[in-house]
């Protein structure tokens, strides 16, 4: 079956930076459209990237410039790299498949 794992978050400080990861399986990666999402502590869920399998991304206005989703086919891993982290950064993100969320990956940005 699908399944979708992230790993990577943390703690840091304004201005830092950090790399998340979802390992994946269940499914022909190198041919599915890939995305992350978040949610901010008592906010719905917010689209951050999308990954198509032929390539081009696209990112939230919020990110843009800051954040660089990527993906590994040999692995089947998808990442998002992200730098200038600010406060507002702080949420669970997930990455995602058509429906199928991981369960997620805590990031808090705070000094």
């Given at each position: ?5 992230e ?15 979802c ?5 022909a ?31 939230a ?14 692995k ?10 600010k ?12 429906a ?7 990031v808090?940005?705070?000094?």
């Amino acid at each position: 079956q699908v399944q979708l794992v992230e790993s990577g978050g943390g703690l840091v400080q304004p201005g830092g930076s950090l790399k998340l990861s979802c390992a994946t399986s269940g499914f022909a990666f190198e041919n599915a459209n890939m995305e992350w999402v978040r949610r901010a502590p008592g906010k719905g869920l917010e689209w951050v990237s999308t990954i198509y399998a032929y390539g081009r991304t696209t990112y939230a206005q919020s990110v843009k410039d800051r954040f660089t989703i990527s993906r590994d086919v040999a692995k089947s891993t998808l990442y998002l790299q992200m730098h200038t982290l600010k406060p507002e950064d702080t949420a669970v993100y997930y990455c995602g498949m058509g429906a199928t969320r991981g369960q997620g990956t805590q990031v808090t940005v705070s000094s």
